[in-house]
């Protein structure tokens, strides 16, 4: 069973930055790919970042593109969002997830969240 601690959430100003990370345990982290999702309170659940198992590919939504950056350390088992240039719209729940395939899906479909996700919050 999957264990995962998402950590490095919390508040900024518009233009600060952030940086999330996922560690899990009890899962083969590198035969998965993993994204991060995010919720905003009334929203539905977004994808913004998708990246390969061995992370040669990474996908993003185009209203984090050139902000956001996604990696992974498989050996740490661990994947981080490093977040920049943070707006106010960037508020949110975040959670990782895993894929069904070692590849990205730029539709976010199949996708599985780990852990309890970390709050983000960008205030103007």
């Known amino acids: 069973q999957v264990q995962a601690v998402t950590s490095g959430g919390g508040s900024v100003q518009t233009g600060g930055s952030l940086r999330l990370s996922c560690t899990a345990s009890?899962?083969?982290?590198?035969?998965?790919?993993l994204a991060w999702f995010r919720q905003a309170p009334g929203k539905g659940r977004e994808g913004v970042a998708c990246?390969?198992?061995?992370?040669?590919?990474?996908y993003y939504v185009d209203s984090v593109k050139g902000r956001f950056t996604i990696s992974r350390d498989n050996p740490k088992n661990t994947l981080y969002l490093q977040m920049d240039s943070l707006k106010p719209e960037d508020t949110a729940m975040y959670y990782c997830?895993?894929?069904?395939?070692?590849?990205?899906?730029?539709?976010?479909?199949?996708?599985?969240?780990w852990g309890q996700g970390t709050q983000v919050i960008v205030s103007s």
């Open positions: 997830a895993a894929g069904s395939s070692i590849y990205c899906d730029s539709n976010f479909k199949n996708f599985r969240n």
């Open positions: 990246i390969s198992w061995s992370g040669a590919e990474t």
């Open positions: 009890g899962v083969p982290f590198d035969a998965y790919a």
